[in-house]
């Protein structure tokens, strides 16, 4: 962004490292908080958040002039809310400057302009959503927290308040480590960066680790020295056989294993991988707690996750901090392997979805139906939802950029099938489901979104 003129009451769009350009207005910063040497910034007050950056000059823009454009290359729903609320604190203003201006007829003209509203005026909560919940203790942790741009360029984050009254809460000083940086992976690393937590991270693909080591985390050379040196480690990893391995293997998690370390495994796994890896992090003494995720590389990235638990109660607790950085809420839900059957059923009926709305998009074409209208219309309807929005998006666009891989979700189904006939209990409609996602695979949409399972019904 190049750089421009501006001053405190200023609205503009403020870029924070690899974040999208975001709607925000110069204010004063605290004065207990100082300015960071050699470098051209303002202080910001961002919209939609309780968040506050230090941002260089070059990564700001006006906001008028450059509205439209950030309109069009930004996406999703807190964005929309952030610029609603941008929107909502111009109306506020100019109302108060015409109350102003009827209270002063007749009278002397006021000495100075009226004031925009700065970050402690009681006015400031009109840019909140009415219909946003309160911050609760489980409220995505980087709505709670100061964000400052060092002079290193790297970020890092402070607590805004450590006190239970506003929900904040302050990172927990346990080592944490975590393994695989995936799609996944990679989005809750960052935020738990972002938060203040001391990360370890290991890849098998190194390079991956490198960005992350920019931002402030250590580098671990084997799954066994992550394990060894922290308190807490956690997985992400694409399967069952890689979960296992990363434990079991050579150099594997198990080796650093002693009494009172905690490893957490978050990868989308079968009820009996879980068991196994339980009773072998158990047998050295550790604590096991597994807690699989639900959502996509976008809410990864946003913070916005929910998280699935099970097992070891204190280690749910011991990881709340963690939680919050990475999730929007968690649920605990009893002893090892309910979280895994959980998010079976819950990406069994993610997939058999997908692949049925890919089904009737392609029927509307067979029947010279518009795709863009039949998306129209069901975005109007009971089934509307975001999920549904960009997928069809996607699909009409030609655009099969990895959110969630094709691969994953086929193997999800094929677990849930797995499961089901273990119990006894018929899958039918995921059992066809799984048919055209093998059938996607065979077509090399593997590393494909899930969307791309459209492809199965074209060729």
């Known amino acids: 962004m190049a750089a421009v003129h501006l001053r405190i009451g200023d609205l503009v769009w403020g870029k924070l490292g690899r ?25 910001v007050k961002f919209f939609g958040t309780e968040d506050h950056a230090w941002i260089k000059v070059e990564q700001l823009k006006p906001y008028h002039p450059h509205k ?41 003209a006021p000495s100075k302009p009226l004031k925009i509203l700065e970050e402690d005026d009681e006015d400031l909560s009109a840019l909140r959503d009415p219909s946003e919940k309160p911050a609760s203790s489980m ?5 709670r927290l100061k964000i400052i741009e060092e002079v290193t360029g790297s970020t890092s984050i402070q607590a805004a308040d450590s006190t239970a009254i506003n929900g904040s809460i302050t990172p927990t000083d ?6 695989g940086l995936g799609l996944m992976g990679s989005g809750i690393v960052s935020n738990l960066l972002k938060m203040g937590h001391v990360v370890t991270v290991w890849n098998r693909t190194a390079e991956k680790c490198d960005l992350f080591i920019q931002e402030g985390a250590r580098l671990g050379r084997t799954p066994a020295e992550v394990a060894s040196m922290c308190d807490i480690t956690f997985s992400c990893v694409s399967d069952p056989k890689a979960a296992r ?3 079991l293997g050579p150099s594997g998690v198990l080796q650093g294993i002693r009494p009172g370390k905690c490893y957490i495994e978050m990868s989308t796994v079968d009820p009996e991988t879980i068991t196994e890896l339980s009773q072998v992090i158990t047998s050295r003494g550790g604590r096991f707690l597994e807690a699989p995720v639900a959502g996509s590389q976008q809410l990864s990235n946003d913070g916005m996750l929910v998280i699935l638990a099970a097992g070891d109660r204190t280690v749910y607790e011991d990881c709340s901090s963690c939680f919050q950085a990475m999730g929007k809420t968690s649920f605990f839900l009893g002893e090892a392997g309910n979280a895994a059957r959980m998010m079976l059923i819950l990406n069994m ?16 074409q067979a029947t010279g139906q518009s795709q863009q209208t039949f998306l129209d219309i069901l975005c109007q309807g009971q089934m509307a939802s975001t999920f549904v929005d960009q997928k069809c998006q996607n699909i009409l666009q030609g655009n099969f950029k990895p959110d ?23 899958t039918p409609m995921a059992a066809a489901a799984n048919e055209v996602y093998k059938r996607a695979k065979a077509l090399d949409q593997s590393d494909n979104d899930i969307s791309a399972v459209y492809r199965a019904y074209i060729h």
């Open 349 to 364: 009926v993610q997939g058999s979805f997908m692949a049925t709305i890919a089904e009737g998009l392609t029927l509307a």
């Open 139 to 143: 409220e995505p942790i980087s709505k």
């Open 245 to 247: 391995d990363l434990v």
């Open 404 to 426: 969630y891989y094709l691969k994953h979700i086929q193997k999800d189904l094929r677990l849930a099938i797995s499961m089901g006939d273990m119990a006894n209990h018929p």
């Open 19 to 43: 974040y999208p350009p975001w709607p925000g207005k110069i204010v004063s910063p605290p004065k207990d908080l100082k300015k960071p040497r050699g470098k051209k910034c303002h202080f």
């Open 68 to 108: 439209e454009e950030m309109i069009k290359i930004n996406k999703g729903k807190r964005f929309q809310q952030a610029v609603d609320a941008v929107e909502d604190f111009l109306k506020k203003a100019k109302g108060k400057e015409q109350d102003c201006k009827g209270d002063s007829k007749g009278k002397k």
């Open 174 to 179: 346990k080592r944490i480590g975590f393994l």
